[in-house]
């Protein structure tokens, strides 16, 4: 699997996937700037990787310029025909912003940025600790579009503690019912708040964050 990472004006996470990626997990990695549109190297095997940082400079909404970027035309039709996409933070929020995820990030509930680890909890992998860094990570959506997500088995991540338990006083941003990270119906595309390729590595005291992509079928 080939590995393409979107780098925007304001990224500041796209040399830290990339490492993650090529050194850590020994994937090719393509460096993709987003007044491109040239994606024909990719197969839908392959996967295009949105990082986190602050595209555009969030003027607007996060995520909200970044959209409609030449090289997301073709992230947006690449993941149509079936190819892997991942958002991270702010990658998240383009994708919610795009239409290929559905809901929306607003700002964290406590109005301050928040940068440290946190536990996930999925039924495969149990629980993670990944860390986080955002502003407006509070993931939010209505109660129709929350509940197919559920009925579809589309929450990837909850918000949770050491054990598991899924609480409100383990939920970093006020995420309604403690979602992290979410797929589309398809099972093609993800986004996620907290960042994997922060995890990557025993030199950085933890690699949970290689037990993401696994449980994404991006190993």
């Known amino acids: 699997m080939k590995f393409g990472v979107v780098v925007f004006p304001g990224s500041n996470c796209d040399r830290d996937m990339q490492d993650a990626l090529q050194n850590d997990l020994g994937k090719e990695v393509v ?16 996967c295009i990787v949105l990082p986190g940082g602050f595209s555009y400079g969030d003027y607007l909404r996060c995520g909200a310029i970044a959209r409609f970027s030449p090289m997301m035309q073709s992230v947006v039709a690449f ?10 933070c702010n990658g998240f929020q383009i ?15 406590n ?4 940068c440290k680890n946190v536990y996930l909890q999925n039924p495969q992998t149990g629980v993670l600790q990944i860390p986080i860094a955002h502003g407006e ?7 129709a579009t929350l509940d197919a997500l559920e009925s579809n088995n589309q929450v990837l991540f909850r918000y949770a503690d050491g054990e598991g338990q899924i609480l409100m006083a383990n939920n970093p941003n006020g995420a309604v019912r403690n ?5 589309n119906q398809n ?8 960042h994997p390729e922060r995890a990557t590595n025993a030199q950085l005291g933890n690699v949970d964050g290689i ?9």
């Open 31 to 46: 460096m993709l700037w987003h007044k491109d549109q040239d994606l024909s190297m990719f197969s839908t095997d392959d």
């Open 79 to 88: 993941a149509n025909k079936g190819g892997k996409v991942l958002g991270v």
């Open 95 to 109: 994708l919610c912003e795009s239409g290929l995820l559905p809901g929306v990030l607003l700002q964290n509930a």
């Open 111 to 114: 109005q301050q940025f928040i």
């Open 137 to 143: 990570g509070r993931y939010f959506a209505d109660d």
């Open 179 to 183: 979602i992290a990270g979410i797929r």
């Open 187 to 194: 099972g093609n595309v993800f986004g996620m708040m907290p």
């Open 211 to 219: 037990k993401v992509f696994e449980l994404l079928g991006l190993n």
